[in-house]
């Protein structure tokens, strides 16, 4: 099993980003998703999570509204649109296969002015 993030970045207050995460080594349809972030000095936290279809979407109430998870299955990829990034946004953020356990690398967000 392999998760892949990118798109992460410096950005201002305001602006938008989109995470992808590339997996491969599993069956990717099948499985509900997560990305989680962790910022310096806190614990890692669920931002939002999406479900094998699609069809149900769930978030954090720090992002809800500013935040859409979708994924592609056809390309087996799980997306993060981040819009209205705020600096308290600022983590690394990563990718997540819950049922068996698997993390991405991680990929650095940044919002700054």
């Known amino acids: 099993v392999q998760l892949v993030e990118s798109g992460g970045g410096l950005v201002q207050p305001g602006e938008s980003l989109r995470l992808s995460c590339a997996a491969s080594?599993?069956?990717?349809?099948?499985?509900?998703m997560r990305w989680y972030r962790q910022a310096p000095g806190k614990e890692r936290e669920l931002v939002a999570a999406?479900?094998?279809?699609?069809?149900?979407?769930t978030y954090a109430d720090s992002v809800k509204g500013r935040f859409t998870i979708s994924r592609d299955n056809a390309e087996n990829t799980v997306y993060l649109q981040m819009n209205s990034l705020k600096p308290e946004d600022t983590a690394v953020y990563y990718c997540h296969l819950p049922t068996r356990g698997y993390w991405g690398q991680g990929t650095q967000v940044t919002v700054s002015s």
């Open positions: 999406i479900s094998s279809t699609g069809g149900s979407t």
């Open positions: 080594g599993f069956t990717f349809s099948g499985y509900n």
